[in-house]
Every structure is written in C-alpha cells, then in structure tokens.
C-alpha cells in the first residue's frame, strides 16, 4: 500500500513538472486520448466512453497503415473509435469501420513497444473476404509483389521458409505467406 501511494505521490509531482514545462510527450497523448475514450463498466471491463461513441458514429472509416507496428494503446484507441466495437463475448474488437493494413514479417519497431501480436490476433479471428460471405471482420491477402523480379521473389520465399516460423518470427512462412510474382 506504501509503494503505491508513493507511486501515486510520484506520478503526480511529474505531471505537474511536464505541463509546467510544456514537456508532455507522446506516450502521455495516448494516455489522455484513453482516459477520454474509455469508461469502465460495472464488471470491469472497458467500454467506448461517451465521447468514444459520438466519435465511432462521426467517422465512417478508419485506416491504419503499418498496423503490424501499433503498440497495445494505439491498438485500443483504434478499437474505442470504430464503430459497432463489441463481440458476442463482449469484448472488445474491432468494428465495422477500421481497415487495417500491415505485414507482421516488417513488423520493426518492438522496441518502440509495437505489439505484432495485435496484428496476429486480429488477423485469425478475421475470416478471408469474399463476396459470397457477409462477415464484420475479413482480410484480403496482399501477397502480390509487383516490383521484384522471379529471382528475388524466389530467393525471398525460399530464405523466409526456412526461417520464419511461430517459434521464429512468429508467423508460419507457408503459401498465404509467401510473395507471389504479379507484374
């Protein structure tokens, strides 16, 4: 209880240091923009604020680019924001207007605490688009390499199939992973 308390105490004198100095970095952008965004519910679990859900009916899409390199606050700022974001389970996902785009193989930037397993995550419980299926949640592969040549798209898919695995790179190098020529 003493530690937390001086941890409290702590946390306070430097938040009145970094506003006094105008020195408010931007991890602590994402930390307010989720204490905006979130409540917590009467079972503990979180859910879209008010101004969350005013915000998801606002935009009709939110795009991510590189999402393979978003840590744990951007991943649950993006959810808060999109519209329609709560499974059968009550969980919170991702809703019916994000697009996401990555590839967890580039994923470089863990040391910015970028969790690629938010992408991973995302991606299995999506089911693979098709016309025919009305599902929220889909994902298109885009393996389609149209700037290199055979050789390199070769040497690439064989070097990565030897390597990469779950265990190593976390993500199975098989034929959904794979480059495939398309010029």
Known sequence: VILIELLDDY?????????????INFS????????????????????????????????????????????NKQDLLFKLLSKDSRNENNNIIYGLNA???????????KFRLANPQNFIETLANSVQFSYENNAANTYIHLNKNFRSSHQVINYVNFIFGNIMSEDCGEVNYNEDEMLYFGA
Do not use: H, P, T
């Open 11 to 23: 946390y306070e004198i430097l938040w009145k240091k970094k506003c006094e100095k105008n020195a």
């Open 28 to 71: 602590d952008g994402e930390r307010l923009a989720l204490e905006i965004l979130y409540d917590i519910d009467k079972n503990g679990s979180i859910i879209q604020s008010a101004v969350a859900k005013e915000l998801s009916e606002y935009y009709d899409i939110i795009m991510i680019d590189e999402y393979q390199d978003s840590n």
């Open 99 to 109: 697009f996401l785009v990555g590839d967890v193989k580039q994923s470089i930037y």
